[in-house]
């Protein structure tokens, strides 16, 4: 529990003779046997009165320390605090005593509420500073709860936040939500037969997965040394996974978001501004859960000239953007790309650049002339570098430096939906997709067939192809996707350096990840390798495991070894 939870304010901490506090240094892992303290931190004190102490004490992890937390404060309070320090001479804590505390409620009770002085405090500092980023200082979480597997990648664009949705692999959607009815999206404007339509997707989903659970059981006999629960939880993952792509785009997911108040601004603006109108009813609901914690850090949603003019200019960007692709003849795809596929289109840099740049910061001197040296190298010569300058990865979190950055990939890949949704979950980089339609078809996994259930599967997608035409027919184009099944192809460009590109294509090649966005990885490490074999070749935790397998068990199986340690 942090200290802002005990009734006293704890004593003060011994002094040097100048006046210094001194907190003890922590306990160095690496000093093996002899471990020993760390060299205390030598800080300057604040000099609290015991009064001051107890002041603060509700509200700092430490009284004393160079580093604590804010605790027991509307996250307004927090940013305004913060966004002092550029203009304040003294610490949090003075500042806080010296500014703030007059304005707050006294002892440990906050009301959960942001309240009217702490949004004059946030005003007054907000507007004296008139910087947008002072709203990056407060975070907030926020459940995002039913939404359809469309919406959670609309929540997800803006990319400065956390995230946590779902998972198709563990969760069997032949259940009836509460209340009834399969776990769909659905508005009355898209009519009856979109609900037949979905109604026969999640049947053939329920239907079919116990029969590929039992294949799934048949085809993978437990090995030695699997422990059973570990298998069965595995079994089940497969079937979910290979079922996956029948699930339409419609089904409904919770996720949790973690973000700043400016990142909330932003997305609250590019919701209200969509489209959908799922979109915009989660504008509007995220903006009342930020209302009710922080209001302030969102008060400029509302505002006409702001939120609206945004809204407006986002909602004309788009229409220009569409405009433009019909007039060019851009619009539709060729029926010859109706299959997956990753194209490495641009590269940016090579690998004397690479090496210039890992360098850059331990020279002295510019970045053309260490590019000049490094060029004067052999090949064995450079190759030898650039092995040192990687270094021995023990693991993939192990990465090089920001040298990497300096080399970039724009890969264009057709993928299904599935495979889309995950990989546009990554955040240091550039994804931009295209609209989910049809065009780009869909495959049946093979095992699927061996199951016996690839007839259903195939009339499903027929189904539900069916369904997004009558919708786009009906001028219901932009809900159209809600009809589509996962398992239907996207476009999608990722754009990332060669640093994200190790991150990506080391995380997502693992074994334990879906077979549809591990062969993508697999394929944007082979186009890499083609361009900047060294590249390639630092990418050591590539998992190039290809044997069929129960893509769930090793982990299924560290998991279980956890639990009995756990209990043990
Ligand atoms: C096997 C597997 C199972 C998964 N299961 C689920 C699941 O059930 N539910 C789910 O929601 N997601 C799931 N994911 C997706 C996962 O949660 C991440 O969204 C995904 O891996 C992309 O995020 P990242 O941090 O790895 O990489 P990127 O977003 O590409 O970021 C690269 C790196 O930048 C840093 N970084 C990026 N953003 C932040 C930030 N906000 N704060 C601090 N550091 C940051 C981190 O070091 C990160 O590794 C799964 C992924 C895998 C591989």
């Known amino acids: 529990m942090p200290r802002a939870s005990t009734p006293t304010a704890p004593d003060r901490p011994p002094r040097d003779r100048a006046g210094f506090a001194q907190v003890p240094g922590l306990v160095t892992g690496s000093a093996g046997a002899g471990a020993s303290l760390t060299r205390p931190v030598r800080h300057p004190s604040d000099d609290l009165t015991s009064a001051e102490r107890a002041r603060l004490a509700p509200h ?6 160079p580093v604590f937390a804010l605790v027991n404060l509307p996250e307004t309070v927090k940013g305004a605090l913060f966004a002092r320090y550029s203009r304040y001479q003294g610490t949090l804590r003075r500042l806080f005593l010296e500014e703030f505390a007059d304005s707050l409620p006294q002892g440990g009770a906050w009301d959960g509420s942001e309240g009217e002085r702490a949004a004059q405090l946030y005003e007054r500092i907000f507007v004296g500073y008139g910087d947008d980023s002072v709203a990056q200082l407060g975070g907030a979480h926020v459940a995002c709860e039913w939404v359809s597997n469309v919406l959670t990648k609309v929540l997800q664009r803006p990319r ?3 995230y946590l949705e779902q998972s198709t692999r563990y969760i069997a959607y032949d259940a009836p939500m509460p209340g009834g009815g399969y776990r769909y999206y659905r508005d009355p404007e898209l009519g009856p037969e979109y609900e037949a339509a979905m109604d026969a997707l999640f049947a053939t989903y329920a239907a079919s997965l116990p029969r590929v659970r039992a ?5 993978y006999p437990r090995a030695d040394g699997e422990p059973e629960a570990a298998r069965a939880r595995a079994v089940n993952a497969k079937a979910l996974d290979l079922l ?7 089904s409904l997911s919770h996720m949790g978001i973690y973000a700043s108040g400016q990142a909330y601004e932003q997305l609250i603006l590019h919701l209200i501004g969509h489209p959908l109108p799922e979109a915009r009813r989660y504008g509007e609901m995220i903006l009342a859960a930020i209302q009710a914690v922080m209001p302030s850090f969102v008060s400029r949603v509302e505002r006409p000239d702001r939120g609206g003019a945004w809204a407006g200019y986002l909602a004309e960007r788009r229409a220009a953007g569409e405009r433009w692709a019909a007039r060019l003849g851009l619009e539709a795809a060729d029926p010859h790309e109706a299959r997956p596929s990753v194209t490495l289109t641009h590269v940016d840099g090579d690998e004397e650049q690479l090496l ?3 360098l850059f910061e331990a020279a002295g001197t510019s970045e053309a002339r260490t590019r000049a040296t490094v060029t004067g190298l052999s090949d064995p010569e450079r190759g030898a570098l650039l092995a040192d300058l990687v270094g021995d990865r023990a693991n993939r979190r192990h990465r090089p430096g920001r040298g990497f950055e300096a080399l970039r990939y724009r ?3 057709v993928s299904d939906y599935g495979a889309f949704r995950d990989l546009q979950r990554h955040r240091m980089l550039t994804v931009q997709w295209q609209g989910l339609t049809p065009d780009l078809g869909a495959g049946i996994p093979d095992e699927v067939g061996a199951a016996g259930e690839g007839d259903a599967y195939r009339a499903a997608l027929d189904r539900s192809a069916a369904e997004y035409h009558r919708l786009a027919d009906a001028g219901l184009a932009a809900a159209a996707p809600y009809a589509l099944c996962l398992g239907y192809r996207i476009r999608y460009v990722l754009d990332l350096n060669a640093r994200e590109a190790m991150h990506l294509v080391e995380l997502r090649s693992g074994r334990e990840g879906h077979p549809a966005y591990r062969a993508v990885a697999h394929q944007m490490h082979a186009l890499i390798a083609e361009r900047h074999p060294a590249v390639a070749a630092a990418m050591t935790h590539v998992d190039e495991s290809a044997e069929p397998r129960l893509e769930r068990i090793l982990s299924e199986m560290r998991l279980q ?3 009995a340690a756990l209990a043990g």
């Open 60 to 65: 700092v992890t430490d009284l004393d320390g």
């Open 160 to 162: 400065l936040a956390a």
């Open 215 to 219: 294949w799934v059981d048949e085809s």
């Open 244 to 250: 996956r792509g029948l699930l339409p785009a419609a």
């Open 356 to 358: 210039a740049a890992l």
């Open 411 to 413: 890969f264009e890949i």
């Open 561 to 563: 070894s956890r639990r």
